[in-house]
């Protein structure tokens, strides 16, 4: 973890109400993992005392990349952040996700933004998989060229139909479990809505697969100083509350205890 | 420790603790040390005052804890500790590492909780002194009741001072009306200094949903929003007492810090601002510095209660 300062170097919008935000960031985009999280002071946000964590979307030699969505205040005033400027962000922050365990077959399901990380997971797992992505409408559903590109099977759900099936990603996701081998050694990468990590952890336990969530809680230091961000984790078990920044955002779903 | 020579003279003295500048890090804001020790030099730090610790483990509120509002934030951690064995045992032994003064803020939900905490730390070595926090708004029993009842206060400073030989810092809160009245009560109970000031008790309410947006209902106001309260507050509470006081509240930059050290504080904490910017109390601690040199002053002793009114 170190401070680092970012100049940008692209601002895009990535669909209505998403946008990508590129920054060179040398020390930071070469030490990055997957699931790991920068923490950004926005700037010229006057009165706000608190910086915005965002997971990391793409790293790739001296560039870093997230993409976020517009939500409040913060995700709003980025809107202004041009070429040139420079970024003071905090990373890598968190534990991100574990490697591929061998043999198994990755399936990776992204709600929103969640889908960033996991764009950025993929891009670093040498074989081929799959992923389940979802969203209120077709603008909520992203990276879907990053995922064909690497060659990775994408299916795709929507709440009004208008991408993909209509309805939640976990029926499209049943629909695949339901046909597949059940010897298939399968490892989910989920990031999303809480409901829908919880979902997903439920069809991992059912058919005994692993799976890594990675939560979103709301976040004051994002160093582990504040205990803002605390969850309920059971580890040998001891129940205790671990740090979503600090010992997350990524666990086990087994062990998280949902309240 | 080695008093640095050189000019201007930054180190102070509170309750026997040398300190190579004014300047701490207040109590729940910096952890425990390691959280912030890949970004600041602790070295450089004149203080920590580490996150409130209880005789047992403790879970605090439930989430959401922390809303962002104009000019700070509001919270509700509810003091989550690991309790004091723990902390002993795992974090000690970092921070005795650094040339670093330790303050530990103790808190707990009776007269004899916070006797059983205060004397647990007495025998550990490398702690400095302990912070008594009586003006927590975030726990239901004790924390505040104790800072805000002149003779609550005076039982539990008397009765911690009775069993502790460290020197004890009781943090007073700003929620009564005559703060000066506090900082006797403590002063006559054999306190070495006192600190202020804790958060303010505050609410925020989600419209839509027509909740709050704390778990736990209310919390504590902190932040830029509260510093020229605190500055005031400081100031009164200099004029009544003898002991050397330590200000906090809103401190974003060495301005800020230096009102705190004019109004009468011997030394300042920074808190909410390590957030923003964990490199904070390093350049309030450069920013001092330039100003003293500015001023022509040989010491920041020079500067300590000298506001005229
Ligand atoms: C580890 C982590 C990784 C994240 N990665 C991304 C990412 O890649 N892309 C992205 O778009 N967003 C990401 N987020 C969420 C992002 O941090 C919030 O959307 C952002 O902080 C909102 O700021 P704001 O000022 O615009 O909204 P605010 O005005 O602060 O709030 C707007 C709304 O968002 C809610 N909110 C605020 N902060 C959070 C938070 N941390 N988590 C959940 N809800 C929040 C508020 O309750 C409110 O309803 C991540 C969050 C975490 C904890
Ligand atoms: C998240 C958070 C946690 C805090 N925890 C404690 C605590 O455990 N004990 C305590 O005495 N004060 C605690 N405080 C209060 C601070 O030490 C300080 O008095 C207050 O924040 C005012 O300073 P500031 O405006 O610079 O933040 C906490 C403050 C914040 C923001
Ligand atoms: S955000 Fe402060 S401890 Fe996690």
């Known amino acids: 973890m170190n401070m680092h300062q970012a100049e940008v170097v692209d601002h895009v919008e990535a669909s209505g109400g998403y946008r990508i935000l590129t920054v060179e960031v040398p020390s930071l985009a070469k030490t990055v993992k997957p699931g790991q999280f920068i923490h950004l002071r926005i700037p010229r946000m006057d009165g706000a005392v608190l910086r915005r964590p965002f997971s990391v979307y793409m790293a790739h030699g001296k560039e870093m990349a997230v993409l976020y969505k517009l939500v409040g205040r913060g995700t709003h005033s980025m809107k202004s952040i041009g070429k040139g400027e420079i970024l003071s962000m905090i990373g890598p922050l968190g534990n991100g996700f574990p490697m591929l365990q061998s043999l198994k077959v990755p399936v990776l399901v992204a709600g929103g933004y969640g889908v960033a990380p996991l764009a950025f997971l993929a891009s670093r797992i040498k074989k081929k998989g799959i992923v ?3 969203g209120a409408k077709a603008s909520d559903v992203l990276c879907v060229k990053d995922f064909k590109k690497l060659g990775w099977e994408v299916r795709i759900a929507t709440d009004d139909g208008s991408a993909g099936e209509k309805g939640l990603v976990t029926k499209i996701l049943d629909e695949w479990l339901s046909v597949l081998n059940p010897v298939e050694l399968l490892e989910f990468f989920v990031c999303g809505p809480d409901g829908m990590l919880k979902a997903v952890a439920e069809r991992a336990k059912r058919l005994d697969h692993t799976a890594w969530l990675s939560l979103d809680k709301h976040m004051g230091c994002g160093v582990g100083a504040c205990l803002a961000c605390v969850q309920k984790i059971k580890r040998n078990g001891v129940v205790s509350l671990l740090r979503v920044c600090r010992e997350g955002p990524v666990f086990e779903a087994s062990e998280i205890v949902w309240e | 420790m080695t008093r640095s020579k050189k000019w201007p003279e930054m180190g102070v ?5 040398k300190m190579k500048n004014a300047v701490m890090v207040a109590s729940g804001t910096f952890g425990y040390g390691p959280e912030y020790a890949d ?9 920590i005052v580490v996150k409130g610790i209880s005789l047992n483990p403790w879970n605090g509120n439930n989430l959401p804890r922390l809303v962002e509002v104009p000019g700070g934030l509001v ?3 509810g003091l989550q500790n690991p309790g004091a064995e ?4 795992e974090y000690m032994p970092f921070l005795r590492k650094y040339d670093l003064p330790v303050i530990v803020n103790i808190w707990g939900r009776s007269v004899e909780e916070y006797v059983e905490v205060a004397e647990r730390f007495d025998s550990v070595k490398g702690v400095s002194a302990l912070e008594l926090n009586i003006s927590c708004p975030n726990i239901k029993h004790g924390g505040i009741a104790f800072g805000t009842d002149p003779r609550m206060a005076k039982k539990v400073i008397s009765s911690v001072r009775k069993r502790t030989r460290l020197p004890l810092i009781p943090k007073l809160s700003p929620n009564v009306s005559n703060v000066s009245m506090f900082a006797r009560i403590a002063e006559d109970c054999g306190a070495d200094a006192v600190s202020l000031i804790n958060s303010l008790p505050a609410m925020v309410i989600n419209v839509e949903t027509r909740k709050p947006v704390l778990a736990n209902v ?5 932040g830029p929003a509260i ?4 500055v005031k507050m400081v100031w009164e509470t200099a004029n009544a007492v003898k002991i050397p006081v330590i200000g906090m509240g809103g401190i974003n930059n060495a301005r800020e810090a230096l009102e ?4 009468g504080a011997t030394a300042v904490a920074v808190g909410t601002a390590n957030f923003t910017d964990p490199l904070t109390s390093l350049h309030v601690i450069n920013g001092i510095e330039e100003y003293l040199k500015r001023h022509a002053l040989n010491s920041i002793k020079e500067l300590i209660g000298t506001v005229h009114t």
Not at chain 2, 227 to 230: E, F, G, I, Q
């Open chain 2, 13 to 17: 003295t509170i309750a026997g603790i």
């Open chain 1, 132 to 134: 389940f992505i979802g």
């Open chain 2, 227 to 230: 510093h020229p309260v605190a």
């Open chain 2, 75 to 77: 919270n509700a951690i």
């Open chain 2, 39 to 47: 970004l600041v030099d602790l070295n450089k730090l004149g203080a």
């Open chain 2, 260 to 263: 705190f050290i004019i109004a």
């Open chain 2, 86 to 89: 723990k902390f002993i045992k």
């Open chain 2, 218 to 222: 209310v919390g504590g106001l902190t």
